[in-house]
């Protein structure tokens, strides 16, 4: 199983609008494009949220081939209608984790 974990950190003037659409738009989007099984959104605690709240977006697939397929042919337009969204509204960092147990391969 292969993690693509997206950390956000966005303003606080959108996150209730922002959370809406992550959980009711984007999220389904990415996991429709058949690369992942299954997302979760998390949230950050213990954490300075002076400028805003930080959530991790994860993404679960069943390979690394099904991953770079994802980055390959989807990231670039998804990634592109969040900027056209909420343009620097927001700051992410992406990172691809490998579960190591309990072993789901």
Not at 50 to 68: E, I
Not at 83 to 95: E, L, M, V
Request: glycine share 4%; proline share 4%; with cysteine.
């Amino acid at each position: 199983m292969f993690i693509y974990n997206v950390t956000i950190q966005l303003t606080w003037g959108i996150h209730e609008e922002w959370l809406n659409w992550m959980t009711a738009e984007h999220m389904p989007e990415v996991v429709a494009t058949g690369c992942f099984e299954s997302s979760r959104l998390l949230r950050l605690v213990e954490v300075d949220e002076t400028d805003g709240p930080t959530y991790a977006a994860q993404y679960m697939s069943p390979s690394k081939a099904m991953y770079n397929q994802y980055i390959s042919n989807h990231a670039e337009a998804l990634r592109k209608k969040s900027f056209d969204r909420w343009g620097d509204q927001f700051i992410a960092f992406r990172s691809v984790m490998q579960q190591v147990f309990p072993d789901k391969s």
